[in-house]
């Protein structure tokens, strides 16, 4: 009977360490999938580990390293939160596996998720490259309809392994990672809030593909390869309305007080104003910027003021959103809550009826210390356009440094 007992003991232990709630993840390089359209999975990579008792994973797309420091777990479920952003990962986990889903809530979108322990390739490859995609791409997104634009694709291409981005006038699709499978490239980029995955079949001189974002949204595209071309000028896009002359607007801080360009704050002083959304990757490439460029210029009389468009469903949760980026980067200047409930940038036209249209976010206005627009600039040309982003800190530089100057 004592050995009976003491088998059936030793079973039960055995049961409890098999039983995945009672286990831990491993540590390590995972490599994630969402399920987007067309039977398409768009992966990423990251590295999971544990300090002090809590988990953090490390998300990387390319040069870009996303640090994910919010990771709860409780018996056999997980919810994976992201920096800055309102996105989540909620699933249920063993030692090697999640299974779950990718949420935002406050725009009713999931999208199917799970990660594998010990996987860090990408996208898997089945031939040799056929093709090299080094060089400058002149872009068409959903080619022949009203609702086609214009986007420059930048890539290099070492072997199979794809990385760059793709520009167009409202901003960047971000630091892109795949592969040159035969005549076949794939190449995603997974930030938090958006999931990109670009699918291509490649000439010498032609690209042509489909472009998801998540699993609400397709488009079409089409690419020639042109080493010469360059998008419209950013600053030439939106300005004053003719009968403006000056930028107006009062909108609450995230204590309730309102604020305007009228303020003592801003008096005898060059002012940045952000057209931006807490949601908005690109907004936080700038935003990053912003704080940076305010921080070591501290000598410079310029003044920034974010206006926050929020697609949040409650004035509270919109508020929450403009804290947490606040907290998550360090930004000392005032983001004033312009609109909750929509980001619809016809509605934040509405807001700000003196500029001719807004067509993204970020857009960014330069007041000099009497009140003039001098510059509207749109869209923001980040860290993964790489010489172009180096190119806007020399302009950007010169140019408030004139305005402070004046």
Same mark, same amino acid.
Request: with cysteine; aromatic share 12%.
């Given at each position: 009977?004592?050995?009976?007992?003491?088998?059936?003991?030793?079973?039960?232990?055995?049961?409890?360490?098999?039983?995945?709630?009672?286990?831990?993840?491993?540590?390590?390089?995972?490599?994630?999938?969402?399920?987007?359209?067309?039977?398409?999975?768009?992966?990423?990579?990251?590295?999971?580990?544990?300090?002090?008792?809590?988990?953090?994973?490390?998300?990387?797309?390319?040069?870009?390293?996303?640090?994910?420091?919010?990771?709860?777990?409780?018996?056999?479920?997980?919810?994976?939160?992201?920096?800055?952003?309102?996105?989540?990962?909620?699933?249920?986990?063993?030692?090697?596996?999640?299974?779950?889903?990718?949420?935002?809530?406050?725009?009713?979108?999931?999208?199917?998720?799970?990660?594998?322990?010990?996987?860090?390739?990408?996208?898997?490859?089945?031939?040799?490259?056929?093709?090299?995609?080094?060089?400058?791409?002149?872009?068409?997104?959903?080619?022949?309809?009203?609702?086609?634009?214009?986007?420059?694709?930048?890539?290099?291409?070492?072997?199979?392994?794809?990385?760059?981005?793709?520009?167009?006038?409202?901003?960047?699709?971000?630091?892109?990672?795949?592969?040159?499978?035969?005549?076949?490239?794939?190449?995603?980029?997974?930030?938090?809030?958006?999931?990109?995955?670009?699918?291509?079949?490649?000439?010498?001189?032609?690209?042509?593909?489909?472009?998801?974002?998540?699993?609400?949204?397709?488009?079409?595209?089409?690419?020639?390869?042109?080493?010469?071309?360059?998008?419209?000028?950013?600053?030439?896009?939106?300005?004053?309305?003719?009968?403006?002359?000056?930028?107006?607007?009062?909108?609450?801080?995230?204590?309730?007080?309102?604020?305007?360009?009228?303020?003592?704050?801003?008096?005898?002083?060059?002012?940045?104003?952000?057209?931006?959304?807490?949601?908005?990757?690109?907004?936080?490439?700038?935003?990053?910027?912003?704080?940076?460029?305010?921080?070591?210029?501290?000598?410079?009389?310029?003044?920034?003021?974010? !206006? +926050?468009?929020?697609? %949040?469903?409650?004035?509270?949760? #919109?508020?929450?959103?403009?804290?947490? *980026?606040?907290?998550? @980067?360090?930004?000392?200047?005032?983001?004033? !809550? +312009?609109?909750?409930? %929509?980001?619809?940038?016809?509605? #934040?036209?509405?807001?700000?009826?003196? *500029?001719?249209?807004? @067509?993204?976010?970020?857009?960014?206005?330069?007041?000099?210390?009497?009140?003039?627009?001098?510059?509207?600039?749109?869209?923001?040309?980040?860290?993964?356009?790489?010489?172009?982003?180096?190119?806007?800190?020399?302009?950007?530089?010169?140019?408030?440094?004139?305005?402070?100057?004046?």
């Amino acid at each position: 009977m004592r050995y009976l007992g003491s088998l059936l003991l030793v079973c039960l232990c055995c049961l409890s360490c098999s039983n995945p709630g009672q286990g831990s993840l491993t540590e390590g390089y995972w490599l994630a999938r969402l399920e987007v359209q067309d039977g398409e999975v768009l992966p990423f990579n990251f590295n999971l580990k544990k300090d002090n008792g809590q988990y953090a994973l490390e998300i990387y797309n390319a040069d870009e390293v996303i640090k994910v420091h919010e990771v709860k777990v409780k018996n056999d479920s997980i919810v994976i939160q992201m920096p800055v952003f309102e996105g989540y990962i909620k699933g249920k986990y063993n030692d090697t596996v999640i299974n779950g889903e990718f949420i935002i809530e406050s725009l009713n979108r999931v999208v199917p998720f799970s990660a594998t322990y010990g996987e860090r390739t990408r996208f898997k490859t089945q031939q040799e490259p056929l093709v090299n995609v080094s060089g400058i791409w002149k872009t068409e997104f959903s080619p022949d309809t009203p609702n086609g634009y214009l986007g420059k694709g930048i890539f290099t291409q070492d072997g199979s392994k794809v990385t760059g981005t793709f520009r167009t006038t409202t901003g960047d699709y971000r630091f892109l990672e795949g592969v040159m499978d035969g005549d076949t490239m794939k190449i995603s980029a997974f930030d938090g809030s958006h999931a990109f995955l670009f699918t291509a079949k490649v000439s010498d001189s032609t690209l042509e593909g489909t472009f998801y974002s998540g699993n609400h949204y397709q488009e079409p595209f089409f690419a020639r390869r042109n080493e010469y071309f360059e998008l419209p000028d950013p600053d030439s896009l939106t300005y004053l309305k003719p009968g403006h002359e000056k930028l107006a607007f009062t909108f609450p801080d995230t204590e309730g007080n309102p604020v305007s360009l009228e303020d003592d704050q801003f008096k005898n002083k060059a002012v940045i104003v952000q057209i931006m959304g807490t949601w908005c990757p690109n907004c936080l490439d700038e935003t990053k910027f912003l704080v940076n460029y305010h921080a070591e210029n501290p000598q410079l009389d310029v003044a920034i003021v974010a !206006l +926050a468009f929020e697609y %949040s469903k409650t004035e509270e949760q #919109a508020l929450q959103r403009i804290d947490r *980026l606040k907290d998550a @980067i360090g930004v000392q200047y005032p983001i004033l !809550l +312009a609109q909750y409930g %929509s980001s619809s940038k016809i509605e #934040a036209h509405r807001k700000l009826p003196m *500029l001719n249209h807004i @067509i993204s976010y970020p857009t960014t206005i330069f007041v000099d210390k009497k009140g003039a627009v001098r510059k509207i600039s749109t869209g923001f040309n980040g860290p993964a356009t790489g010489e172009k982003y180096e190119s806007f800190k020399k302009d950007f530089d010169a140019f408030v440094k004139q305005l402070a100057s004046e």
